[in-house]
C-alpha cells in the first residue's frame, strides 16, 4: 500500500491491542495521523470491555492517533461516527454495498455487522491529548468463527460480494476517506450526513441502557452532540448517551 499524506504507519504481526500500542504512543508524543495496524491481535476489546475476535489475513484491525484541534475539542463525540461514516462510504464506492451506522458504533450491511469501532481517549490532568480510533472490519468469511456467541449477527465483505479485500489495501482507502470525510466534522453537514446513514431510523427498536429494562424506541436522529433522540412508546421524547440498539430479532 502507499501510506496517504497526513499518516505515519507502524505494521506489526501480532499485538495484544492496537488501541493499547496507540495509546503507549500518544503518551510519548506520537503525531496526529498515527496508525498501528496487526495482522493478528491477540486481545483487542469493545465497548464495555467485550473481547474482539480477529483472525490473521481476515480482517482489517488498526488504530488511529487524533490529536484534536481546538473546533475539534468541543466534538469529541462525534469521532466513533467519523469511523464508521468513513467505513459506509468505502463500501458504497468500492464495492457497491449500502453499510448504515448502527448507533452509536457499528456498521451493518443487510441487518449484518460488518464492523466496529472502539474510540478512547488520553488525558493529563484534565486536558484531552489525543483521542485513538480502533476499528475492525470483517473482510473474509472466516473473520468471525461459525460457532461463537455474537451478540449481533456478522457478515463480511467476502460473505457480501463474494472476494476479500487484502487488508493493508483496504487500509489505504478507510484511511484516504477518513481523512476527507475529517474535513467536515464540526460542520452541521456531519450530522446531516450521518443521519442519511443511520441504520434503524424511523423504525421501533429495543433500546438497552445501562441501567433498567430494555425499552422499545423509535429512533428519531442523531443530534449535533453525537446524543440519539429516540421516542417512547407513550409519545414521550428523549435522548441517549449510551445503550444497544437491536431490531428486535437479536440480542444487542
Known sequence: MQVPPGFTLHIL???????????????????????VFTHQQTAGRGRQGREWFSRPGSSLTFSLLLRLSTEELGMVSRFSLLGCSALVDVLAQDYQLQGLIKWPNDVIVHGNKICGVLMEALWQGGTLQAV????????????????????????????????????????EKLLITLDQTRKSLVTDDFIRAKNAQLAFR??????????????????????????????AQDGSRSKVYAGELSDGSFGS
Open 202 to 231: 424511523g423504525e421501533w427498536v429495543t433500546l438497552k441502557e445501562n441501567t433498567g429494562a430494555p425499552r422499545r424506541v423509535r429512533l428519531l436522529e442523531i443530534d449535533h452532540d453525537g446524543g440519539l433522540w429516540v421516542e
Open 13 to 35: 504481526e501480532e499485538v495484544g491491542s492496537t488501541n493499547d500500542i496507540c495509546l503507549d504512543l500518544a503518551d510519548l508524543g506520537a503525531p496526529d495521523g498515527t496508525v
Open 132 to 171: 485513538i480510533l480502533g476499528m475492525g472490519v470483517n473482510l473474509a468469511r472466516d473473520a468471525y468463527p461459525p460457532d461463537v456467541d455474537l451478540r449481533y449477527p456478522a457478515t463480511s465483505i467476502e460473505t457480501e460480494v463474494g472476494f476479500a479485500p487484502q487488508p493493508l489495501e483496504f487500509l
